[in-house]
């Protein structure tokens, strides 16, 4: 998943430029098909917005529209105010189970009405009186400081045969985790953005692009991912932050062993996989669906137990949103 923060046009235009550097591509792994990624919109500057007040009611009442006969919401006032935490560092506050849950990782509006959790950017803040998710995406740059990775931070961006291993489609490098040294720089950069989202009183970290091993051409390891997200896991943790795995099923038990409180599963329905995230982090799982059948599926199978929300894959404030 990816997030697009403003930026000047200089950027825009160098990132257009990157876009035309051969890339080698990334391999094609079923793990990448569960990853659904797009262009971001433009996140607009933060607002300040009445937080929800939760009523219990499962999904968005009297929605204005609808979209792939899916229920729609209206666009929010932008971002909330920080809540008030008394948590302090080191007491880790644990997902909530079976409460509804919203994914606004494509920008922040206001929560719908009885939502308890919420996932959105690092950039933005969290919504007042819930459960606050803080997105950080560890693993490949974005799309939009592609180029200022290059040219500022080649050595961390991963190389084969001279040229940076990328995803072409959505014009994303992937960083390099194969060394020590390079993961313990990585982690520097990127525990920076825990840090902040620990200053702005999120509750937990999600941290995405887990599985990039298994479109890496054999380049980065199962074992590289999990001596990384262990540098993550132990800072996060020190903060008194829960972190959750972002799909990567293929890890088995490793990342629970690692120290990851909870997981978000993306598709898990569409894939017949979510028995098996829940055999692993019991009900402390997310389930995130983009098509209805596979969302009414998933809310028939688990709905009881986790929390399940559909959503478009445009992730956009205002679209597609039910929860179960």
């Given amino acids: 998943m990816k997030v697009r923060s403003p930026r000047t046009v200089a950027v825009v235009a160098a990132v257009a430029v990157v876009a035309t550097v051969a890339l080698i591509g990334v391999g094609t792994a079923n793990a990448s ?8 919109p433009t996140r607009p500057k933060p607002s300040a917005s009445a937080s929800a007040k939760p009523t219990g009611t499962a999904t968005q009442p009297a929605p204005s529209q609808s979209a792939s006969a899916s229920p729609t919401r209206s666009n929010g006032t932008g971002t909330s105010p920080s809540p008030t935490s008394t948590t302090p560092a080191g007491a ?3 997902l909530p189970v079976n409460q509804q849950f919203d994914y606004q990782i494509g920008g922040a509006y206001t929560p719908p009405s009885g939502t308890k959790i919420v996932s959105r950017d690092h950039t933005a803040q969290p919504a007042a009186g819930l459960y606050n998710i803080c997105y950080v995406n560890a693993y490949q740059t974005q799309d939009f400081d592609a180029a200022d990775w290059l040219k500022n931070r080649k050595d961390l961006v991963l190389h084969k045969n001279g040229n940076p291993v990328g995803d072409t489609k959505w014009k994303e490098y992937v960083l390099d ?6 993961r313990q720089q990585l982690a520097a950069i990127f525990n920076a953005q825990i840090d902040d989202c620990k200053t702005k009183k999120f509750d937990a970290i999600e941290i995405d ?4 091993y298994s479109r890496s051409q054999g380049l980065i390891t199962a074992d590289h991912a999990i001596a990384y997200a262990k540098l993550l896991i132990d800072h996060a943790h020190g903060k008194g932050l829960a972190i959750g795995q972002k799909n990567s099923l293929e890890l088995g038990t490793r990342g629970k062993q690692a120290g990851f409180d909870f997981a978000i599963a993306e598709q898990c329905g569409e894939f017949n996989e979510c028995g098996e995230f829940t055999a692993i982090y019991g009900d402390s799982v997310i389930m995130i669906e983009y098509a209805r059948g596979n969302f009414d599926k998933t809310c028939k199978g688990f ?8 959503r478009d894959e445009d992730v956009t404030p205002g ?3 039910a929860a179960c």
């Fill in 33 to 40: 098909d569960r990853r659904k990624r797009w262009p971001w």
């Fill in 92 to 94: 880790i506050k644990p």
């Fill in 177 to 182: 985790i194969t060394t020590d040294a390079k």
């Fill in 209 to 212: 692009n887990l599985d990039t």
């Fill in 303 to 310: 709905g009881a137990k986790v929390s399940v929300v559909l």
């Fill in 319 to 321: 679209g597609v949103y």
